[in-house]
C-alpha cells in the first residue's frame, strides 16, 4: 500500500514514512514512541490483530487528536452502519483493495478542505455517522502495484537481523471470452460491454453488477458446444470457470461432461461437444461481480462470478471475486530478494496455489532460486481447493526440492446439502481416494480439512463424513475446525444468520503451539454453536466426535486397529470411533477418559465463550489443540491405554486371535516417547495384511509365526522435543509410525 502511494508524485512531495509498526508492544507504550509531528497512520485489520490495532486506533487518537486514522484489511466491515459509534477514534474505513484508495485519502488531505466523502471505497465518520461511499472498480493492471520487496521497503528491517523473518507474496488477486451473451433486463448483451450498474438475471431474479471488466488474458481456453439453438455455438472461457449442472452442483468448465444437465450440451456424435484450444497470443476474458447472487446467465448456462464463493470465508466470496495475475518475471525477482536477504519461509497469499498454468513456471523459478542461493527454505500456501493434474505438479515440485509443508485436499463437509447451503463444490471422493494413492506413492504428505458447525450440517452427516473420508484413505490426515463466522462473509449478513437459525459466541483466540497470550487486548473469534440443524447438544457432541476421530485416528493412537476392524469385520469408522466414546464415558477411570473429560470440559467452555485449549509444562510452555492434547495425554501413558483397550477390542472383534497381533503392532510401531522394541513377533501377518487395506486391496492374512524389525528412537524423559517433533511438526507430514521391515 505504501509502495504505491509513495510512487505518486503529490504523495512523495508531501509525506515521509515515518516507519512500521509490526510487534504486539502495549498500544499506549508504542504510540508514545511515535514522532511528534505524526499526520496520518493506516493499520491493517485481521481477526488475529483486531482487538489490538483498534486500541492503537485510540491510543493514537488519543495522542494526536488531529492524527488521521485510517483503518483497512479484511476484518473491517463492509456492512459498517454503527461502526464509528462503537469506534470514534477510526476517520476513515478503506473497503476491498487499499492500494488506489489509500493514495487518493493522502491526496485528498492536502487539500485545504478536503472531503473523503468524494472518494470511492471508504466509509467516512462524519460526526459519528457512517457515510459509506461507492464501491471503488478493481485494479486491472497489477503491474502498476509496486513491489514492497523490490522498492528497498523492507531493506532496513531485515538488515538489523533482529529476528528471523518470514516472507508474504502475492502472485495473484479468471474468465469468459468477451463475445459470451449475458441476459440482462434489456436483452442479451456482449459480456464484455456489460458495465456496472446493469441488472443481469440469475436465479433471484435481476440483480445489479458491482464489477465488471477483464480479469485476464489467457491461451488455454475451452470451448462447450451447446444444444439450445437460440444461442447457437459455443461458449468459451478457461477450464477453471464454475458452472452450474442440476445433477452435480458447481463444476470447473473444463470438467463438464456429455450427461450433464441444464448445460444443453450439443449430444450429436457427429461434431465434438467439447474442444481444448490454445491460443498462441492469448485472449481476453472477462468476469462480473452480482450484487447478492454471485451467478449470472452465460449463453444460456448458469455461471459463478468467483472460483470459489463459499458462504463461510470472506476470500474469495466478497472480498476479491477475480483472480489477476502479478507478472512472473516480477515474481522471480521477489523470490531472488527473499533468498539474499536469507527469508526462511515464504508464504503464499493466494487463496488458491496452482488454479493458473502459469503456477508451474513460477514456482518452478522459485526451486530455482533455493537450488542457488539456499533460500527461501519452505513454501506454504493454500492450494486450488479442487485439487487436480496442476496441484499435483505443483506440490512434487516442491516436495522434491524439501521445500514443501504438505498439501491440502479440503473438504469442510461431506454433506451435499450443507455443500450447497454454504455454497461449496467438493472434488469427488473417489477422485480423493485416487488422489491420496498418487501423493502417498510420491511421497507428498497432504492433509485434509473439516468445519464443525456450519449450516445445514447435522450431527449424523458431520459422523458419516468422517466414515467416507476414511473409507477412501485409511491414514487421511484430517484437522478440524470450528466454524466462524468473518464479518464480510456471507455467513455475517443478518439474513443468511436469520435463514439458517445460526447462533454464535464470542470467544478469545487461541495461538496454538504458542505460549499463552498476555496483554489486555484479547482477539477474539466469533464461534458457531448452533444453527436450525445442528442443536447446541449436537454441536457439541459433533466437536467431540471430531476430537476422537483425530486424536485417535490421524494422529495414529487406534488407526490400525480401525482399519483391521473395517476390513476384517466390516465394522465402519463411526461404529469404532462411537464406540471407543462410549467406552470413555463408562470407564471413567481409565486413560481415555481422562483424554475425553479434557476435551469435553475444553469444548463446553468454548460454547459459553470461555478459553479451550490443552496446557502441560511437560510438553512445553505452550497451548496445543484439544486433539492433540488428547493424543498426547494417551501417548504418554501408553502402555495401560492399550491394556486397557484391550477387552473392549476383544469384544468388539470376539474370537479373532489376530486382534492382538494387531494391537502389538499398533503399540510397537507408534512413535511413542520410549523407543519401541527391536523386534515384534507375531502370530498373523498382519503388517502385509494392513498394508492391502490401506491401498483397499487386502490380501489373505498369513498365519504363523512372523518376526518384524522396528527402526525408532528413544525420546527418554524429554517430552517437550518428542511431542513438538512428532506432534506439533510431524502433524500436517502424516509420519506417526517408525519404520518396520521382516
Excluded at 245 to 268: H, M, P, V, Y
Amino acid at each position: 500500500i505504501w509502495a504505491y502511494a509513495a510512487a505518486d508524485p503529490i504523495v512523495k512531495a508531501n509525506y515521509e514514512l515515518a516507519g512500521f509498526t509490526y510487534l504486539r508492544d502495549d498500544p499506549a507504550e508504542a504510540v508514545a514512541k511515535l514522532p511528534h509531528d505524526l499526520d496520518v497512520v493506516a493499520l491493517s485489520s485481521y481477526i488475529w490483530n483486531s482487538s489490538h490495532v483498534h486500541a492503537f486506533a485510540e491510543a493514537t487518537k488519543e495522542r494526536f487528536p488531529n492524527c488521521l486514522v485510517v483503518m483497512g484489511g479484511p476484518h473491517v466491515p463492509n456492512r459498517s452502519d454503527g461502526y464509528f459509534i462503537a469506534h470514534p477514534y477510526a476517520d476513515l474505513l478503506v473497503h476491498y483493495e487499499g492500494e488506489v484508495t489509500f493514495a487518493e485519502v493522502l491526496k485528498e488531505r492536502t487539500e485545504a478542505k478536503p472531503d473523503y466523502t468524494k472518494l470511492e471505497g471508504l466509509s467516512v465518520n462524519v460526526g459519528g455517522q457512517t457515510a459509506k461511499t461507492s464501491n471503488r472498480e478493481r485494479i486491472d493492471d497489477l503491474d502498476k502495484l509496486p513491489s514492497p520487496y523490490l522498492t528497498g521497503l523492507f531493506d532496513k528491517t531485515v538488515a538489523r537481523g533482529d529476528w528471523d523473518y518470514q516472507a508474504t507474496q502475492e502472485t495473484h488477486r479468471g474468465w469468459l471470452v468477451g463475445s459470451t451473451l449475458v441476459e440482462t433486463d434489456k436483452g442479451s448483451v456482449r459480456l464484455q460491454d456489460i458495465q456496472r450498474g446493469m441488472l443481469v438475471k440469475t436465479r433471484r431474479g435481476f440483480n445489479r453488477v458491482t464489477w465488471a471488466g477483464v480479469t485476464g488474458r489467457v491461451q488455454d481456453i475451452h470451448y462447450v458446444k451447446l444444444h439450445n439453438g437460440s444461442y447457437g455455438s459455443w461458449l468459451a472461457g478457461t477450464r477453471d470457470h464454475p458452472i452450474w449442472t442440476e445433477n452435480r452442483g458447481w463444476i470447473d468448465f473444463g470438467g463438464l461432461q456429455l450427461s450433464d444437465a441444464t448445460c444443453w450440451l450439443e449430444k450429436s456424435p457427429h461434431s465434438p461437444s467439447f474442444k481444448p484450444h490454445w491460443e498462441p497470443d492469448g485472449m481476453e476474458v472477462y468476469d462480473l461481480t452480482i450484487e447478492d447472487a454471485h451467478e449470472y446467465i452465460a449463453n444460456g448456462m448458469l455461471v459463478h462470478d468467483c472460483p470459489y464463493s463459499c458462504a463461510f470465508c470472506d476470500w474469495g466470496s466478497n472480498t476479491l471475486a477475480k483472480l489477476k495475475q502479478f507478472p512472473t518475471d516480477r515474481l522471480e525477482e521477489e523470490f531472488r530478494w527473499m533468498a539474499r536477504n536469507k527469508i526462511g519461509m515464504l508464504y503464499s497469499a493466494d487463496a488458491n496455489v496452482g488454479i493458473f498454468a502459469r503456477d508451474v513456471d513460477m514456482l518452478e523459478r522459485l526451486v530455482k532460486v533455493k537450488a542457488e542461493y539456499g533460500y527461501p527454505q519452505k513454501f506454504r500456501g493454500a492450494y486450488a481447493k479442487n485439487s487436480n493434474d496442476r496441484v499435483f505438479q505443483v506440490s512434487k515440485l516442491l516436495n522434491d526440492a524439501g521445500m514443501s509443508k504438505g498439501t491440502t485436499l479440503s473438504f469442510q463437509s461431506m454433506d451435499e446439502h450443507t455443500l450447497e447451503v454454504i455454497k461449496r463444490k467438493n472434488i469427488k471422493v473417489t477422485d480423493f481416494k485416487n488422489l491420496m494413492g498418487r501423493y502417498r506413492n510420491a511421497g507428498i504428505p497432504t492433509y485434509s480439512e473439516m468445519i464443525c458447525g456450519l449450516p445445514g450440517e447435522t450431527y449424523d452427516s458431520w459422523a458419516d463424513g468422517f466414515d467416507k473420508l476414511f473409507t477412501a484413505a485409511p491414514d487421511a490426515s484430517i484437522s478440524c475446525y470450528s466454524c466462524e463466522v468473518l464479518p464480510n462473509a456471507e455467513m455475517g449478513d443478518p439474513k443468511y444468520r436469520d435463514l439458517h437459525g445460526i447462533k454464535s459466541v464470542k470467544t478469545p483466540v487461541l495461538f496454538f503451539h504458542a505460549s499463552a497470550a498476555t496483554d489486555s487486548h484479547t482477539e477474539q473469534y466469533e464461534i458457531v454453536t448452533s444453527t436450525s440443524s445442528l442443536s447446541p447438544t449436537d454441536w457439541l457432541k459433533s466437536q467431540l466426535y471430531a476430537w476422537i476421530c483425530q486424536a485417535a485416528h490421524c494422529l495414529g493412537l487406534t488407526q490400525k486397529l480401525a482399519v483391521y476392524a473395517k476390513y476384517r469385520h466390516q465394522i465402519d469408522y463411526r461404529r469404532f470411533y462411537e464406540g471407543l466414546i462410549d467406552f470413555a464415558e463408562s470407564n471413567p477411570s481409565t486413560v481415555i477418559a481422562m483424554a475425553y473429560d479434557a476435551a469435553l470440559s475444553s469444548y463446553s467452555r468454548l460454547h459459553k465463550g470461555l478459553e479451550r485449549g490443552f496446557n502441560d509444562v511437560r510438553f512445553g510452555d505452550i497451548i496445543w489443540p484439544v486433539e492433540e492434547g488428547g493424543f498426547l495425554l494417551c501417548a504418554v501413558e501408553a502402555s495401560k491405554f492399550y491394556d486397557e483397550l484391550t477387552p473392549w477390542l476383544e469384544i468388539l472383534m470376539p474370537g479373532d486371535p489376530a486382534v492382538r497381533d494387531v494391537l502389538a503392532l499398533q503399540r510397537g510401531s507408534l512413535k511413542l516417547p520410549k523407543a519401541p522394541p527391536p523386534t515384534i513377533a507375531m502370530g498373523h501377518d498382519v503388517v502385509e495384511y494392513l498394508d492391502g487395506c490401506y491401498r483397499d486391496a487386502p490380501t489373505e492374512l498369513m498365519t504363523g509365526p512372523v518376526i518384524y524389525e522396528i527402526k525408532g528412537e528413544d525420546y527418554g524423559e524429554d517430552l517437550e522435543r518428542w511431542s513438538r517433533e512428532i506432534v506439533w511438526f510431524g502433524r500436517k507430514g502424516g509420519t506417526f509410525f517408525w519404520e518396520i521391515q521382516r
